[in-house]
């Protein structure tokens, strides 16, 4: 069973660019949640995602966007890039969404977005 | 509001020793999830065990053991015979159970070195 997919794996862009993120669950799983990592500021959710609605949103700016798409692949753009967005991005897969159960999250190796 | 914190950012422990990591949680949530993951240089968390809010007895998987005492709102991790491999950042994260989300809260991380 394939694992959760992020591509790329490393990106480097400059100020002011925008970039796409893209980020392929484990088949049959319908939640994805996004989260950014960086020394300063540790592992911030950023979006979740279940049957293609957004359905949680953290503290970002709204340069921050994502979708979700009928395949449960989803995508996050970041638009007018800072030096500050430069970190690792991580998505992350759930079968179902706010179950009673333990809904366990797998990730993926995330992409390591750098901004120069 | 939901947080998590863990108060050693580096530990060192010798090849087959136990060691403990620390993790004091706060939520207002009556049934929510403890989870830690594993972090190695690659990037990808990788899920180590699980306890529910409701559970009476502590997780174990394998090596690993979580120490949970509700009333000192505490989760702390026991690795039993450390390996080289073990070497990596160590996440504690929280959920809560039930409602209409899978977004989890991670503390800051402890960072785990094993001596040969």
């Known amino acids: 069973k394939a694992g959760v997919t992020q591509t790329p794996r490393y990106l480097i862009k400059t100020r002011g660019q925008q970039v796409t993120l893209s980020c392929s669950p484990i088949?049959?799983?319908?939640?994805v949640s996004w989260y950014q990592q960086t020394p300063g500021q540790g592992l911030q959710f950023l979006f979740e995602?279940?049957?293609?609605?957004?359905?949680n949103k953290g503290n970002f700016p709204g340069r921050f966007s994502g979708r979700q798409f009928s395949n449960s692949r989803s995508e996050m753009n970041v638009s007018t890039l800072e030096l500050g967005d430069s970190a690792l991005y991580l998505c992350?897969?759930?079968?179902?969404?706010?179950?009673?159960?333990?809904?366990?999250?797998?990730f993926g190796q995330g992409t390591r977005l750098t901004v120069v | 509001a939901q947080k998590i914190t863990q108060t050693q950012p580096g530990m060192f422990v010798q090849e087959k020793e136990a060691v403990t990591l620390d993790c004091t949680y706060d939520?207002?949530?009556?049934?929510?999830?403890l989870f830690w993951y594993k972090q190695p240089s690659s990037g990808e968390m990788i899920f180590l065990i699980y306890?529910?809010?409701?559970?009476?007895q502590n997780a174990t998987e394998g090596r690993y053991s979580l120490n949970f005492q509700k009333a000192r709102k505490s989760a702390n991790l026991v690795i039993s015979a450390s390996q080289l491999g073990d070497s990596a950042m160590y996440f504690c994260a929280m959920r809560a159970i039930g409602g209409a989300t899978n977004k989890l809260i991670f503390g800051t991380g402890t960072l785990l070195a094993v001596q040969p």
């Open positions: 995602y279940f049957s293609e609605t957004q359905r």
């Open positions: 088949s049959g799983h319908r939640s």
């Open positions: 992350a897969s759930s079968l179902i969404q706010g179950a009673n159960l333990n809904t366990e999250a797998f």
């Open positions: 306890q529910g809010s409701y559970d009476e």
């Open positions: 939520t207002s949530d009556q049934s929510y999830g």
